[in-house]
T-cell receptor, first 114, second 114 residues
Framework: DTGVSQDPRHKITKRGQNVTFRCDPI?????LYWYRQTLGQGPEFLTY????????KSRLLSDRFSAERPKGSFSTLEIQRTEQGDSAMYLC????????????FGSGTRLTVV | AQSVTQLGSHVSVSEGALVLLRCNYS??????LFWYVQYPNQGLQLLLK??????LVKGINGFEAEFKKSETSFHLTKPSAHMSDAAEYFC????????????FGSGTKLNVKP
């Protein structure tokens, strides 16, 4: 088990471009989460999947953001028409069913919009 | 609803001194409580968690935390700081329901002086 993998680690993009990030969770984890972390802040919840179903989306996730988890395996997070305010670390985490399991986080994708 | 307050965005201790990082939470349901550590440009690593049972929980790297319901606190301690403990620490709370969305504090950066 190699943990939670995120790709790419760093992404620099011009304002207005679209970007897509990928997350590969731990294989036996059926829950997958996306969080966003800006400088000097703790992670903020964006969205959550149980298997392939997206069960909750934060109001932070504007219409320009979309996440998918086809077949309940890896997940992608797409940001369309990026803005400078989207610059942040995007963290993926996975867990087993049950609230008493801590998340396992990936190393994150750092997005810089110039 | 749940929320977390971490007192002190920066804490500095000498090597060998006691580490105390403060966390207070609010929760409308019995909470699950977590401490995570984050090294620069890395994801978050679980240090320890409280779900049920013993209120003093031990984690990795010699850290421990005590759940005090009457004080709504979950402070993190380590008897003797090591240079390698320098990092950012996040306290998180989740509800004990089936969906364990986490709410993170804004983090405390620990500096360890030689």
């Amino acid at each position: 088990d190699t943990g939670v993998s995120q790709d790419p680690r760093h992404k620099i993009t011009k304002r207005g471009q679209n970007v897509t990030f990928r997350c590969d969770p731990i294989s036996e984890h059926n829950r997958l989460y996306w969080y966003r972390q800006t400088l000097g802040q703790g992670p903020e919840f964006l969205t959550y999947f149980q298997n392939e179903a997206q069960l909750e989306k934060s109001r932070l996730l504007s219409d320009r953001f979309s996440a998918e988890r086809p077949k309940g395996s890896f997940s992608t997070l797409e940001i369309q028409r990026t803005e400078q305010g989207d610059s942040a670390m995007y963290l993926c985490a996975s867990s087993q069913t049950g609230g008493d399991y801590g998340y396992t986080f990936g190393s994150g994708t750092r997005l810089t919009v110039v | 609803a749940q929320s977390v307050t971490q007192l002190g965005s920066h804490v500095s201790v000498s090597e060998g001194a006691l580490v105390l990082l403060r966390c207070n939470y609010s929760s409308s349901v019995p909470p699950y409580l977590f401490w995570y550590v984050q090294y620069p440009n890395q994801g978050l690593q679980l240090l320890l968690k409280y779900t049920t049972g013993a209120t003093l929980v031990k984690g990795i790297n010699g850290f421990e935390a005590e759940f005090k319901k009457s004080e709504t606190s979950f402070h993190l301690t380590k008897p003797s700081a090591h240079m390698s403990d320098a990092a950012e620490y996040f306290c998180a709370v989740s509800g004990s329901g089936n969906f364990n969305k986490f709410y993170f504090g804004s983090g405390t950066k620990l500096n360890v002086k030689p």
